[in-house]
């Protein structure tokens, strides 16, 4: 069983930065992955970014390269998004979350096993 706890989410305007961390509790397994979701209003929770808790192998949606990176620190049992260059359209509840074994597609929630509470990021225009 792992716990995940959100934080760093708030209002910002757009053209800032933000750092979401999520910080884990329980058995983390080398081989397990973390991820970042986001639900804005009136969509799906969708696939932010991922990283390997072992080897740092990380991955972020094409769509969001060169604004959002997603990096962890063992020691801290941490993981963060760094979200730069916020526009409004990125306004969404985002969850941090879990994967222990992936059979089909990383990018479906329902692939993941844990799952924080989220945290709100609004970014005004």
């Known amino acids: 069983q792992v716990q995940l706890v959100e934080s760093g989410g708030g209002l910002v305007q757009a053209g800032d930065s933000l750092r979401l961390s999520c910080e884990a509790s329980?058995?983390?397994?080398?081989?397990?992955?973390l991820g970042w979701f986001r639900r804005a209003p009136g969509k799906e929770r969708g696939f932010v970014a991922a990283?390997?808790?072992?080897?740092?192998?990380?991955y972020v949606v094409n769509s969001l390269q060169g604004r959002f990176a997603i990096s962890r620190d063992k020691g801290q049992n941490t993981v963060y998004l760094q979200m730069n260059a916020l526009i409004p359209e990125d306004t969404a509840h985002y969850y941090c979350?879990?994967?222990?074994?992936?059979?089909?597609?990383?990018?479906?929630?329902?692939?993941?096993?844990?799952w924080g509470q989220g945290t709100q990021v609004t970014v005004s225009s």
């Open positions: 990283i390997n808790w072992g080897s740092d192998s990380a």
């Open positions: 979350a879990v994967g222990r074994k992936f059979y089909n597609n990383y990018r479906d929630p329902n692939e993941w096993d844990y």
């Open positions: 329980g058995q983390m397994s080398p081989s397990y992955h």
